[in-house]
């Protein structure tokens, strides 16, 4: 069995007391990682602090060079890394639609050098023989990184390539489910940085606790629970952290009567079961005119009844649910829509045997009260749910406090664009979900969080303005 280190100050730290990560498809121990104390987070942050004015100071273009060089070191250990996805994770290796570990391979190396050409320039504002006003963005020091274990090591790249290339130095958290990949992710990384610039320490919630009330951090970056997210506004407040919080979602789509069923119906459900249905921005909650329900429940549950669920180093279209904890949610989710009188189309019991196995499943007929609809289920389960007039169906997609994205479904392009317009959620997708690029900027409204990530606006996120006026009289 593996034991994994921390990184601090560029070099491998342990600890005294130790925390198991299990394979979610065996619920086998297969590593120890340490369990960081407040000294551990201390040192981390000082080395951070200690290492930001030389990295800060350091030019911009040798910064892009040191993010380019990070996702050429990745790409060249993505066998590596994908091999630690599938079994810290759970995700097959390529999986449904070719989305599994070598997708999130792919997707984090291309963050790297998309983030690496990302500038953000001088904006004049004035510049007369009066004076020269110049507004200027400045890193903000110390970045601290909390990520969740959907996405391990492509999250960890989201929050921590734009610290770096706009100046910043970073402590990170992995979730204590999947810290492996990400452990390993830092020690390639740390090949080609200054000490003290990449920090990462391991824990649980109470390590992440202590880092949004530490003095010593400048920002919080978080992809989370709203609950959680709730808590770190609150931690945060001691020296008024900057914040970034992309929280949770459940996000809605309307299919308009138009469409065309067999065209749409693997697209929908690639977009509402990526990742088994862990994903943030996947497509949770379906809204379909009348005119099409039957034909696209019949199609929904025919790729369902297609796809297989096991072991990720399988040959299998999903693997498990990440971990006990959800996959219990998951479960108590789809006997609360069984008890309701909903109709399971496909699925809706757990697998026997070991593993935190539940098969795609695919509902109708369900009340909007239910847990299904109301809830973010996080897991390989899809409520359809009829309408009639379109401005009803608006309606229920936007009666959420939740406002991640949301879709609409449609072969008249213009009208569709109108209606998603009106979708209250930070993305709105028109015939498609869940797509996201690293020059788009991506974030939530209400209760998904705030601040945005990718492009020139995220890195914006990890800066502060300044304003230089120059006067010539």
């Given at each position: 069995?593996?034991?994994?280190?921390?990184?601090?100050?560029?070099?491998?730290?342990?600890?005294?007391?130790?925390?198991?990560?299990?394979?979610?498809?065996?619920?086998?121990?297969?590593?120890?990682?340490?369990?960081?104390?407040?000294?551990?987070?201390?040192?981390?942050?000082?080395?951070?602090?200690?290492?930001?004015?030389?990295?800060?100071?350091?030019?911009?273009?040798?910064?892009?060079?040191?993010?380019?060089?990070?996702?050429?070191?990745?790409?060249?250990?993505?066998?590596?890394?994908?091999?630690?996805?599938?079994?810290?994770?759970?995700?097959?290796?390529?999986?449904?639609?070719?989305?599994?570990?070598?997708?999130?391979?792919?997707?984090?190396?291309?963050?790297?050098?998309?983030?690496?050409?990302?500038?953000?320039?001088?904006?004049?504002?004035?510049?007369?023989?009066?004076?020269?006003?110049?507004?200027?963005?400045k890193p903000l020091g110390v970045v601290a990184s909390i990520t969740p274990w959907n996405y391990p090591l492509l999250i960890a790249i989201w929050h921590t390539m734009p610290a770096l290339r706009s100046g910043n130095t970073v402590v990170i958290k992995?979730?204590?489910?999947?810290?492996?990949?990400?452990?390993?992710?830092?020690?390639?990384?740390?090949?080609?940085?200054?000490?003290?610039?990449?920090?990462?320490?391991?824990?649980?919630?109470?390590?992440?606790?202590?880092?949004?009330?530490?003095?010593?951090?400048?920002?919080?970056?978080?992809?989370?629970?709203?609950?959680?997210?709730?808590?770190?506004?609150?931690?945060?407040?001691?020296?008024?952290?900057?914040?970034?919080?992309?929280?949770?979602?459940?996000?809605?789509?309307?299919?308009?009567?138009?469409?065309?069923?067999?065209?749409?119906?693997?697209?929908?459900?690639?977009?509402?079961?990526?990742?088994?249905?862990?994903?943030?921005?996947?497509?949770?909650?379906?809204?379909?005119?009348?005119?099409?329900?039957?034909?696209?429940?019949?199609?929904?549950?025919?790729?369902?009844?297609?796809?297989?669920?096991?072991?990720?180093?399988?040959?299998?279209?999903?693997?498990?649910?990440?971990?006990?904890?959800?996959?219990?949610?998951?479960?108590?989710?789809?006997?609360?829509?069984?008890?309701?009188?909903?109709?399971?189309?496909?699925?809706?019991?757990?697998?026997?045997?070991?593993?935190?196995?539940?098969?795609?499943?695919?509902?109708?007929?369900?009340?909007?009260?239910?847990?299904?609809?109301?809830?973010?289920?996080?897991?390989?389960?899809?409520?359809?749910?009829?309408?009639?007039?379109?401005?009803?169906?608006?309606?229920?997609?936007?009666?959420?406090?939740?406002?991640?994205?949301?879709?609409?479904?449609?072969?008249?392009?213009?009208?569709?664009?109108?209606?998603?317009?009106?979708?209250?959620?930070?993305?709105?997708?028109?015939?498609?979900?869940?797509?996201?690029?690293?020059?788009?900027?991506?974030?939530?409204?209400?209760?998904?969080?705030?601040?945005?990530?990718?492009?020139?606006?995220?890195?914006?996120?990890?800066?502060?303005?300044?304003?230089?006026?120059?006067?010539?009289?």
């Amino acid at each position: 069995m593996s034991e994994y280190q921390m990184i601090i100050n560029g070099e491998k730290v342990s600890a005294d007391e130790h925390f198991p990560v299990l394979n979610p498809a065996t619920e086998t121990v297969i590593a120890q990682c340490p369990q960081a104390t407040s000294g551990h987070l201390d040192a981390a942050v000082d080395a951070a602090r200690q290492a930001f004015p030389a990295w800060r100071d350091m030019s911009d273009s040798a910064r892009a060079e040191r993010v380019h060089a990070i996702g050429a070191a990745l790409a060249s250990h993505a066998d590596e890394l994908a091999q630690l996805l599938v079994q810290e994770q759970g995700k097959p290796m390529g999986g449904f639609a070719g989305l599994g570990a070598q997708f999130e391979m792919g997707g984090t190396v291309a963050w790297c050098h998309a983030t690496a050409d990302l500038t953000l320039p001088v904006d004049i504002i004035q510049d007369n023989d009066e004076a020269r006003i110049e507004v200027h963005r400045k890193p903000l020091g110390v970045v601290a990184s909390i990520t969740p274990w959907n996405y391990p090591l492509l999250i960890a790249i989201w929050h921590t390539m734009p610290a770096l290339r706009s100046g910043n130095t970073v402590v990170i958290k992995p979730s204590e489910f999947t810290p492996l990949t990400t452990l390993r992710a830092a020690e390639i990384i740390n090949e080609l940085l200054p000490p003290g610039v990449f920090n990462i320490v391991t824990g649980d919630g109470s390590l992440g606790a202590a880092m949004t009330s530490h003095p010593g951090i400048d920002k919080i970056v978080f992809t989370g629970s709203t609950p959680t997210g709730k808590k770190i506004m609150q931690g945060a407040s001691g020296n008024l952290k900057r914040l970034t919080l992309e929280l949770g979602g459940n996000d809605a789509a309307i299919v308009l009567p138009d469409v065309d069923v067999a065209a749409v119906a693997p697209k929908i459900f690639a977009t509402a079961l990526i990742n088994n249905g862990q994903t943030c921005a996947a497509l949770k909650r379906l809204y379909v005119h009348e005119a099409v329900y039957d034909e696209l429940c019949q199609a929904l549950a025919g790729i369902a009844a297609s796809v297989k669920t096991g072991p990720g180093d399988g040959e299998v279209d999903f693997g498990p649910v990440q971990n006990k904890p959800q996959f219990d949610k998951v479960c108590a989710i789809a006997a609360d829509a069984k008890a309701s009188g909903a109709r399971i189309l496909t699925g809706g019991e757990p697998l026997p045997g070991p593993g935190y196995f539940f098969p795609v499943t695919i509902v109708a007929d369900i009340d909007e009260g239910t847990r299904l609809v109301r809830e973010e289920p996080f897991g390989p389960i899809l409520p359809v749910l009829k309408f009639s007039d379109v401005e009803d169906a608006l309606r229920r997609a936007n009666d959420s406090t939740n406002g991640l994205g949301g879709s609409v479904w449609s072969s008249d392009i213009e009208a569709a664009t109108r209606l998603a317009s009106r979708l209250e959620c930070g993305t709105a997708w028109v015939n498609n979900h869940a797509m996201i690029q690293p020059d788009a900027p991506f974030g939530g409204v209400k209760e998904s969080g705030f601040g945005v990530e990718f492009g020139r606006y995220g890195l914006e996120e990890y800066t502060s303005i300044q304003t230089l006026q120059v006067s010539k009289v």
